[in-house]
């Protein structure tokens, strides 16, 4: 017959689990310092984990390596820009006209709110100034079916396809102008002294975003219209 654990042993097994969770956080925690500071690039192994208090084999055993662990700080910083909001919008039952705007409102409340990790940017903007091999898995697992979902949304207000060049440009442009409020940030505090990005005014600022794309995205909608039945009643004739 097998043997039986004992409570000790039971007792045992979940410190041992807790410790390693404990370790594993300490890891993620120091690395996303660490790597907000001077990027991936700069950061070295020794550094993290002298950071955290632990031995430096454990990133290699919990995490495989320096990227491994970086594309998991990585992972935390995207899901911590308050994606649940993003896609509780896009999955609403309502018009696609009111689902854009709720998008762009949840959007630019994440990026320049007041609940914004600062670690979490800082994190980005390295990415972005020097990419690594870490973002093509979170943009395929986090970033693409947020972005394939709003590309369907703004074709199906132009009446073309997710997958159109018209729709992707608006769809990019639509973002472009909320990535604006937090990349001029620094700028804007000198230039509109007034804009405290407060929840007030995002909000109003989310409204603008949202008629100033709704505005062209109606009238290039009807344009469309316009230049199809003119097209279909001169086969007609």
Same mark, same amino acid.
């Given at each position: 017959?097998?043997?039986?654990?004992?409570?000790?042993?039971?007792?045992?097994?979940?410190?041992?689990?807790?410790?390693?969770?404990?370790?594993?956080?300490?890891?993620?925690?120091?690395?996303?310092?660490?790597?907000?500071?001077?990027?991936?690039?700069?950061?070295?192994?020794?550094?993290?984990?002298?950071?955290?208090?632990?031995?430096?084999?454990?990133?290699?055993?919990?995490?495989?390596?320096?990227?491994?662990?970086?594309?998991?700080?990585?992972?935390?910083?995207?899901?911590?820009?308050?994606?649940?909001?993003?896609?509780?919008?896009?999955?609403?039952?309502?018009?696609?006209?009111?689902?854009?705007?709720?998008?762009? =409102?949840?959007?630019? @409340? #994440?990026?320049? !709110?007041?609940?914004?990790?600062? /670690? &979490?940017? +800082?994190?980005?903007?390295?990415?972005?100034?020097?990419?690594?091999?870490?973002?093509?898995?979170?943009?395929?697992?986090?970033?693409?079916?947020?972005?394939?979902?709003?590309?369907?949304?703004?074709?199906?207000?132009?009446?073309?396809?997710?997958?159109?060049?018209?729709? =992707?440009?608006?769809? @990019? #442009?639509?973002? !472009?102008?909320?990535?604006?409020? /937090? &990349?001029? +940030?620094?700028?804007?505090?000198?230039?509109?002294?007034?804009?405290?990005?407060?929840?007030?005014?995002?909000?109003?600022?989310?409204?603008?975003?949202?008629?100033?794309?709704?505005?062209?995205?109606?009238?290039?909608?009807?344009?469309?219209?316009?230049?199809?039945?003119?097209?279909?009643?001169?086969?007609?004739?």
């Amino acid at each position: 017959m097998p043997k039986r654990s004992t409570r000790s042993e039971d007792q045992s097994s979940k410190a041992a689990a807790i410790t390693a969770d404990d370790t594993r956080a300490k890891l993620l925690r120091a690395a996303g310092e660490v790597f907000a500071e001077v990027g991936y690039r700069a950061a070295t192994v020794r550094r993290i984990s002298a950071r955290a208090g632990t031995n430096i084999a454990l990133v290699n055993y919990y995490f495989g390596d320096k990227l491994g662990l970086y594309t998991e700080v990585l992972r935390q910083a995207v899901r911590v820009t308050q994606l649940e909001a993003i896609r509780d919008a896009l999955g609403q039952n309502a018009p696609p006209e009111e689902i854009l705007r709720q998008v762009i =409102r949840a959007r630019l @409340h #994440s990026a320049c !709110g007041a609940d914004r990790s600062d /670690l &979490a940017f +800082r994190i980005m903007a390295h990415e972005q100034a020097q990419p690594t091999p870490a973002m093509s898995p979170i943009i395929n697992e986090v970033i693409r079916p947020i972005y394939n979902r709003l590309c369907e949304i703004i074709g199906g207000i132009l009446g073309l396809a997710a997958n159109d060049e018209k729709t =992707r440009l608006c769809t @990019h #442009s639509v973002m !472009g102008q909320i990535i604006f409020y /937090l &990349a001029a +940030r620094p700028g804007l505090s000198h230039l509109w002294p007034e804009l405290k990005m407060t929840p007030g005014q995002l909000d109003r600022i989310a409204d603008h975003i949202a008629d100033f794309s709704l505005a062209y995205l109606r009238e290039f909608a009807s344009r469309r219209t316009r230049s199809t039945a003119k097209h279909a009643k001169k086969r007609r004739r």
